[in-house]
Structures are given as C-alpha cells and as structure tokens.
T-cell receptor
C-alpha cells in the first residue's frame, strides 16, 4: 500500500523569505500523481500544485515550485517570497495513475502547519 | 469558493441523534467523495461515488451511511455516533475516469458528538 509522510508537523518562515516543506512517499508503482494542498484556518482546502510522475520537469505555479526526486520518492514544496496569506496547513497527497473502479483515491500525509512571521 | 458547498458548517449531536450532512457541487463533476479529518491524522477516505454509483467503501462503520441521489449532491447520514467520530468531514468532487483529475474540496462540516 502507498504511504505519504510529512516529517515536519510545523514550520515557520519570515515574510518575503523562502521555505521548503518536505514530503516523502512509498509506492511500487511507476506512474502516479502528486499534489500539494493548502488548508487555511477555517477555510477550504485548495490545490496548490500537482506533478505527474512521468514528467521529469518540476512543476511551478507562480511562487510555488516542487522538487520532485522520483528515485528518492521525495516531493518537496518550495514557497518563495512568503506572504502572510500563505499561513496554512499544507498536505502532500498521492494518487495512483492506475484506475480501478473509476476511483480517484488520494492518499494524504499528516500535514505541515506553516506560520508566516511579519 | 471552489464550487463545492457543505451544510451545515458546524454540528453538535448526541450519540442517539440522527443527522445528515449535505454536499453540493456546481462544477459539473461526476465523482464525489467523503473524507474524515481528525487532528494529527491523515485525511481518511470514507466513500467514493462515481457516476452515482458507490465504488469505494473504506471499511467505514455502518453508523455512517452515504447517499448520492445525483451527480451534484452527496449526503452522509449519521446515526448512533460515538464521541470518537467527532472530526471535520470533508466532501470533494472531481471528474471521474482515468488521467489526472484534481479533487476540489468543500469547506467541511465540523462535527462534535457528545
């Protein structure tokens, strides 16, 4: 079974600085998708960025980028020029590309709570 | 915000009560999900409906009963819950089928069982 591990329960960053959140996963599959979701306090969980395992190029979305190391099964999120609005719980998630029963099962890590200091 | 709404946002119920959680999506999706989010634990997938058919039931106790009357609505019927069922219940939706399909989440219902 696949697992996702986020080893940093909490992180803190100064406004305008850069922070990297770690995520590792375990799978025997070769084709899958990885996601970072953001859950602000009392607000909806929203997708930050996604990565297809078969793509070697790291995904980038504005100030958010990933460092995807397939061999090491590592998928870290880098937030550049941190803003106060980036404060949230960040979840790493895995989904197999193999579809069975038309499911889109996401496997989540335990999350990293990011604080942004002004 | 993301086209997925959930009601109620907060719910307090006794162990003998019966209540229902409602989820509605306005994104034209045809797959819907219930997740349980407890403190310091990963999100747990409870149920998946694809094309209005339940395709996954993750060993959830029978005191939780899902219902998907159409592709836009999803319910979670609750009865004789336990205090350990207190959690944030999240609904999500996506397009069904193969390929990379992002799940969009609702704001959740925070449930407290007394």
């Amino acid at each position: 079974a696949q697992t996702v591990t986020q080893s940093q329960p909490e992180m803190s960053v100064q406004e305008a600085e850069t922070v990297t959140l770690s995520c590792t996963y375990d799978t025997s599959e070769s084709d899958y998708y990885l996601f970072w979701y953001k859950q602000p306090p009392s607000r909806q969980m929203i997708l930050v960025i996604r990565q297809e395992a078969y793509k070697q190029q790291n995904a980038t979305e504005n100030r958010f980028s990933v460092n995807f190391q397939k061999a090491a099964k590592s998928f870290s999120l880098k937030i550049s020029d941190s803003q106060l609005g980036d404060a949230a719980m960040y979840f790493c998630a895995y989904r197999s590309a193999i579809q069975s029963g038309a499911t889109n099962k996401l496997i989540f890590g335990t999350g990293t709570l990011l604080a942004v200091q002004p | 915000e993301t086209g997925v709404t959930q009601t109620p946002r907060h719910l307090v119920m006794g162990m003998t009560n019966k209540k229902s959680l409602k989820c509605e999506q306005h994104l034209g999706h045809n797959a819907m999900y219930w997740y349980k989010q407890s403190a310091k634990k990963p999100l747990e997938l409870m149920f998946v409906y694809s094309l209005e058919e339940r395709v996954e039931n993750n060993s959830v106790p029978s005191r939780f009963s899902p219902e998907c009357p159409n592709s836009s609505h999803l319910f979670l019927h609750l009865h004789t819950l336990q205090p350990e069922d207190s959690a944030l219940y999240l609904c999500a939706s996506s397009r069904a089928g193969a390929g990379e399909e992002t799940q969009y989440f609702g704001p959740g219902t925070r449930l407290l069982v007394l």
